[in-house]
């Protein structure tokens, strides 16, 4: 069952600022059996809010969003992915040739003894 409920004037928050209405309903038009008819009730809470008499205020928030379409992201992926593998195998060539152009490490074994008998700089040192 459905129905509607009209109010005769303005409800005042300052007065009253609940209400309960219950209603009760009675079908006499659709039943086979006169003796018998179907009913209902419900409860109807109504709860009174001030309201401001200025008009609302109403904002709009409108957030940009972007969805770059399917092809797009795989452009893109594999676009990053060819320049990922050409600075790895620049890295690896520079590397490499580096490398290849150090100069080899020479290790020199000697022994130098020195005599302190001798008042000349570098007489009586001799090298092995």
């Not at 003796?35 to 008499?53: A, D, L, M, Q």
């Not at 893109?76 to 990922?84: D, N, Y």
């Not at 890295?91 to 008998?117: D, F, Q, W, Y």
Request: with cysteine.
């Amino acid at each position: 069952m459905t129905g509607e409920l009209h109010l005769l004037g303005p409800l005042d928050y300052e007065q009253q600022r609940l209400y309960r209405i219950v209603i009760l309903l009675i079908d006499h038009s659709q039943d086979w059996d006169l003796n018998s008819h179907r009913s209902g009730s419900c409860t109807i809470t109504i709860e009174v809010e001030v309201s401001s008499t200025m008009t609302p205020l109403i904002v709009t928030d409108v957030e940009a969003f972007w969805k770059p379409e399917p092809w797009f992201v795989v452009v893109l992926t594999a676009t990053g992915a060819v320049l990922l593998l050409a600075l790895g195998w620049l890295l690896g060539r520079i590397l490499r040739s580096n490398i290849l152009m150090a100069e080899p490490k020479m290790s020199v074994r000697g022994e130098i003894t020195c005599s302190a008998h001798s008042r000349e700089p570098g007489v009586g040192c001799e090298a092995k």
